[in-house]
T-cell receptor, first 113, second 117 residues
Framework: AQSVTQLDSQVPVFEEAPVELRCNYS??????LFWYVQYPNQGLQLLLK??????LVESINGFEAEFNKSQTSFHLRKPSVHISDTAEYFC???????????FGKGTRLHILP | DTGVSQDPRHKITKRGQNVTFRCDPI?????LYWYRQTLGQGPEFLTY????????KSRLLSDRFSAERPKGSFSTLEIQRTEQGDSAMYLC???????????????FGEGSWLTVV
C-alpha cells in the first residue's frame, strides 16, 4: 500500500525568501502525485499534480514540484513566498491502478514578516 | 456551480449515540471518498466508492463505522456508539475517474465537525 511522509510539520520562512516543503512517498507500483493546500478557514484544494510527462509541474501562483522517481520524492518549492502563502500543505499519492488518494500529515507554512 | 456539500457542518453528540453524515458530490462525479482529519494531521483515508460500489472499506476505523452510496449519488457515513476518540472532522471528496485510475483531481467539501461529549 502506498504511503506519504512529510518530514517537516512546520516551516517558518521570511517573506520573499525561497521555501522547499519536502515529500517522500512509498509505493510498489507507478503513482500519481499531488500537492493540496488548505488556507486558514478554507477547505482543501488542489495546488498541482504530476500525472506523466515532464517531471517538473507548476501551479498558477508560482509553486513548482519535481517528481524524482529514484529518490521517491515530490518536493514543493517556491522561489519567493508571500504572506498570502500562509497555509497548510498536504502531499498526496495515488497508485495508477485505483486512484485511491492517500495524504501525508501536512506541513504548516508560516511566513514571517 | 455546486461543489461538494456536506451536512451537518457541526454535530455535538453524547457518547454512545449514533451519528450520520451526508455528502452530496459534484453531480457528474463517479468517485466519492471519505476521510477523517484531526487537528494537526492530514486527511486519513476511510473508504471510497465508484458509483454505488464500495471499493475499499478495510480502512474504516472500526466496525462502528459504515458508509453507503445506494444510488451512486449522495453518500452517508454512519458512526454507531460514538466514542470521544471519534471527535474529528469528517471530509467528503468527489472526482471523475476512469476504471483503473487516471489521476483525477478530487474536490473536497467543507467537512462535518463531530464533537463527542
Amino acid at each position: 500500500a502506498q504511503s506519504v511522509t512529510q518530514l517537516d510539520s512546520q516551516v517558518p520562512v521570511f517573506e520573499e525568501a525561497p521555501v522547499e516543503l519536502r515529500c517522500n512517498y512509498s509505493s510498489s507500483v507507478s503513482v500519481y502525485l499531488f500537492w493540496y493546500v488548505q488556507y486558514p478557514n478554507q477547505g482543501l484544494q488542489l495546488l498541482l499534480k504530476y500525472l506523466s510527462g515532464s517531471t517538473l509541474v507548476e501551479s498558477i501562483n508560482g509553486f513548482e514540484a519535481e517528481f524524482n522517481k529514484s529518490q521517491t520524492s515530490f518536493h514543493l518549492r517556491k522561489p519567493s513566498v508571500h504572506i498570502s502563502d500562509t497555509a497548510e500543505y498536504f502531499c498526496a499519492v495515488s497508485e495508477r491502478r485505483d486512484d485511491k488518494i492517500i495524504f501525508g500529515k501536512g506541513t504548516r507554512l508560516h511566513i514571517l514578516p | 456551480d455546486t461543489g461538494v456539500s456536506q451536512d451537518p457542518r457541526h454535530k455535538i453528540t453524547k457518547r454512545g449515540q449514533n451519528v450520520t453524515f451526508r455528502c452530496d458530490p459534484i453531480s457528474e462525479h463517479n468517485r466519492l471518498y471519505w476521510y477523517r482529519q484531526t487537528l494537526g494531521q492530514g486527511p486519513e483515508f476511510l473508504t471510497y466508492f465508484q458509483n454505488e460500489a464500495q471499493l475499499e472499506k478495510s480502512r474504516l476505523l472500526s466496525d462502528r463505522f459504515s458508509a453507503e452510496r445506494p444510488k451512486g449519488s449522495f453518500s452517508t457515513l454512519e458512526i454507531q456508539r460514538t466514542e470521544q476518540g471519534d471527535s474529528a472532522m469528517y471530509l467528503c471528496a468527489s472526482g471523475l475517474t476512469r476504471t483503473g485510475g487516471n489521476g483525477n483531481t478530487i474536490y473536497f467539501g467543507e467537512g462535518s465537525w463531530l464533537t463527542v461529549v
